[in-house]
DNA sequence: GTCTTCTTTTGAAAGCTTTCAAAATTGAGT
DNA sequence: ACTCAATTTTGAAAGCTTTCAAAAGAAGAC
């Protein structure tokens, strides 16, 4: 591979000169830089990123970490910030935490040897990531928290408006004139999860509905946990008439737990979920879902980068992305026919608990 | 951050040394060796990978190149590679081609730059890679070649057995009684879209079947591809009772089609896929698929990857992954109640193609 | 104690860029 | 033509590691 001397040595010019036409970083007479230029194209040449990277201390490397590229909310979100990299010269650096904190942590500690320009993370539960930031911006590197934060993040964030979201959610469930509602959270140490119950809990408040404990449940945040839990609620009585999932993914454990309870969404229990995932529309009934644009998630967390990397000093920035309210078939109003209601047996169950 | 130089000055040894320690690459006294270790551990040290990555002429960065992560099937093919990179110290620079050419080309020009220790491809449709990684291989890089190939690739490759899996789908549509049966491909230029077609047309002609070209559509390997074409499949007479799509993503769309057609998969139409997505158990009815491990497939090329660096310069690997059938819902012997069958009209129509 | 032979350790070069101070060149003004 | 100021260009250093030849040290044989 050609280097840049032998670009200087073609053009017949010093080293300096062919850094500076390449960047830019002190006039050049037109001829001389013409030369260059051709010389350049003639070689094929590219600059070495890596001696660049460790002369400047800083590479066109972002670091992306984030829980599982293989959750179906994730690919959107690293597409996002790959396309925004991408269109500015940087590259990403995919790392998969699994959730777990010493996994973060030896990421964070090797990425920092690769200089990177910044760094975009989805923090893992019970992250460390607010002290380990520290050292990044004290070498004024960038680092952007997505989705979910840390304990005491102060740094700049993109999130989606998860409480609005839930309360949008849940409010149109009470107005289809649901009045046993229960929710299956996502877990809890999550701000998101957190968010997103606040938002329930919001909009039960307002409509003066009751919410016993055990309508609110906490499972992870994925199919699994979702159909486990919907089992159990399913088994209450009163059985509510719907369920506002913490996600997605969730929701289509829910929709598998009522079918096989024998009961039909959203006839018998209606479900919203949470993300839009694309999937959404592809079970049956297709799933409503609180709208949140991962893609969007991702690009606004690079574009927040990008300002850093260019000099931007400011206070953090706290973007909160909209969410809205998607509408599909799983939401009914209860069917009026055969509402489970509080009966004498219903009744001493549920005392019992 | 320590330098090697703060290092061997708080050990009390010279640069070489320190290396020395670190890499294993010359006998060191014990007592030095551990002065030296005691050294790190109080400076937390961590050797500059661009340093080392300059020096060695080689990085421990892979490089990625696929579609796009937003695609299903893909993140668990980058998860694959990414854990098996990771357990060995290499890192994943992930990059998307929107199966743009041009854009492949981007990547790997820019990525050779950083110099990588090697390389993963899902080549892009029309891709150069055959000539580009030619480049590679020169100064040692090992580019090994995934899910499909582009023309003339005579490196490492790991694969699905797609003729296989497309053979024995149909050949289980064919057991239970199908005759007519048709497929919606993906685009025919991809290497695992024509061998999928091929495996089907050995099940046909095995079975004696008839197969009209207009059963065999093209389409773009998502949903949208696949529910019109397989609307413009359920208007053809006699209609198919049974469709072998190109990937699940194609299934997806046909049993939209089905459902917006007035039609029930599968009563009246069976569906198989290709890919075994999770979503594929999420639809309803739950989709049969042909069962390809991504993950595996992204693994098995890391680890070729990692032979290739470690200095394994043998011939070139053709790995091929076994599918399976994953039988779910979505197929069902064909109704002999109301078959549809070649009436007057139905001729008549069917002639005038 | 000296010599030889290994083994350890060292010092410097090399890898490719950017950057800064200094040198060279240009152009305007007189 | 000559000076001065401004603009271009150069050369060398620096960034952090690995590696190779050479120097230093240890150990064994005599």
Redesign the interface.
């Known amino acids: 591979?050609a280097t840049m001397k032998d670009i200087a040595k073609i053009a017949g010019v010093s080293l300096g000169t062919v850094s500076h036409v390449l960047n830019g970083t002190a006039g050049v007479r037109e001829p001389v830089r013409r030369r260059v230029l051709e010389a350049v194209r003639s070689a094929r040449y590219?600059?070495?990123?890596?001696?660049r990277?460790?002369r400047r201390v800083q590479?066109n490397?972002i670091g992306m970490i984030i829980p599982?590229?293989?959750n179906?909310f994730?690919?959107?979100v690293?597409?996002g910030a790959?396309?925004l990299a991408?269109s500015n010269g940087y590259?990403?650096?995919?790392?998969?935490t699994d959730n777990d904190h010493s996994k973060e942590l030896a990421h964070l500690?090797?990425?920092?040897?690769?200089?990177p320009a910044g760094l975009i993370v989805i923090p893992s539960t019970f992250s460390d990531l607010t002290n380990q930031a520290e050292s990044y911006r004290e070498?004024g590197t960038g680092v952007v928290c997505i989705d979910r934060l840390p304990k005491d993040w102060d740094g700049d964030t993109v999130t989606g408006d998860n409480q609005a979201g839930a309360y949008q959610a849940t409010r149109h469930l009470i107005q289809m004139g649901h009045k046993h509602l229960a929710t299956i959270t996502g877990p809890l140490h999550l701000t998101n999860a957190q968010e997103r119950l606040n938002g329930f809990r919001e909009a039960m408040e307002e409509s003066k509905l009751q919410l016993a404990p055990e309508y609110v449940q906490e499972a992870t945040f994925d199919?699994q946990g979702g159909a486990s839990k919907a089992a159990l609620l399913l088994r209450l009585i009163p059985r509510p008439t719907a369920i506002f999932a913490g996600n997605d993914m969730i929701a289509?454990g829910v929709?598998?737990a009522i079918r096989e309870a024998g009961l039909r969404c959203p006839q018998d229990v209606s479900v919203i979920g949470f993300d839009d995932l694309?999937?959404a529309e592809?079970?049956?009934p297709a799933l409503s879902s609180v709208s949140q644009s991962g893609y969007q998630l991702g690009s606004t967390a690079a574009s927040i980068l990008l300002e850093r990397i260019r000099g931007y000093a400011g206070p953090a920035k706290h973007i909160i992305q909209e969410t809205s309210l998607k509408l599909r078939d799983s939401v009914a109003s209860p069917s009026p026919g055969i509402p489970v209601k509080r009966t004498a047996t219903g009744n001493r169950r549920a005392s019992k608990r």
């Open positions: 591979m590219q600059p070495s990123q890596l001696a990277g460790l590479t490397v599982d590229i293989t179906p994730f690919p959107a690293v597409r790959e396309d991408f590259r990403l650096i995919l790392c998969n500690n090797e990425l920092r040897t690769y200089l070498v199919k289509f929709l598998a694309e999937l592809l079970t049956n």
